[in-house]
C-alpha cells in the first residue's frame, strides 16, 4: 500500500488524519518543517497503534512519498508550505487541502472566514503547486479531537471538491478507510469556498453547544464518483 504524506502531521488536525489512517492500517509520512518533531510524532502513532507504519521527515522527504499528499497546515502556514513542495511535488501527485482561511490566521475570531482572492485556500493552492499536480479540497469539517480519540466512533460525511473525477475518487477511497468517515462527491473545486465556509460555522456550533459535532447529510444515496 502506498505511503500516504502528511504535511503538517505534527499538528492537531494533521495528526488525527494521521492516526486514524495508521490504525486502519495504511502506511503514513508525518511531515514539518523539523525531522525531530515529525518522528517525535510518528513514534506517538507507533504507540498507540499497534503494527502502525508511521515516520516522520522533513516536508519535501515526505511529501515525495506518496500519490496522494495531504496538506494540514493552518491558513497563514499555506503558502510558505507550497512555495518550500514546489521541487518535491511531482506531476501525477494529488494534492489534498484541508486548508481554512480563517480570520484567526491575522488574529481574528475563528468563527469568521477571510476572503482569498482564488475564491478559496484550495484554489489559491491550486494556482501554486507545480504543473501537473492536482488540488482536490476535502476534511475540512472532521474534528481533531474527535479524530484523535480513537475509542470515539465516527459517523459523519467529508465532502470532496475537485476538477479530476479520478482524481477525487483516489482521495473518496483513503478517507474511505477511516471507518466511520463517509466520502461525499462536493462538486467541482470552485465548491471548496462554500465547504471551508462550514469549519466557522461548525466552530461557532460547537462553543455554543459545547461539543465537537460533524455534519451528516440526509436522503442521500450512496455516493457517485
Known sequence: MDTVPVIGGTGALGFAVALRLAHAGVPV?????????????????????????????????????????????????QSENLTNLKEALRPGQILVDATVPLAAAISGKATRLL??????????????????????????TVSAPVLGDLEHPLDEDVLIAGDSKEAKAAVAGLIGRIAGLRPVNAGRLEQARHIEALTPLLISVNI???????????NLPEPRW
Do not use: Y
Not at 33 to 59: H, P
Not at 62 to 74: F, Q
Not at 117 to 132: H, K, N, R, Y
Open 115 to 140: 476572503g482569498v482572492p482564488q475564491g478559496s485556500a484550495a484554489q489559491q493552492a491550486q494556482e501554486m503547486v507545480p504543473e501537473g499536480v492536482t488540488v482536490v479540497s476535502a476534511l475540512h
Open 29 to 77: 509520512a508525518i511531515g514539518s518543517r523539523d525531522a525531530g518533531r515529525a518522528e517525535e510524532a510518528a513514534g506517538r502513532i507507533r504507540e498507540r497503534v499497534e503494527g502502525a507504519e508511521a515516520r516522520g521527515l522533513e516536508n519535501p522527504d515526505a511529501a515525495a512519498l506518496g500519490p496522494v499528499v495531504l496538506l494540514c497546515v493552518p491558513f497563514r502556514a
Open 208 to 218: 455554543n453547544n459545547r461539543t465537537h459535532a460533524g455534519i451528516r447529510l440526509t
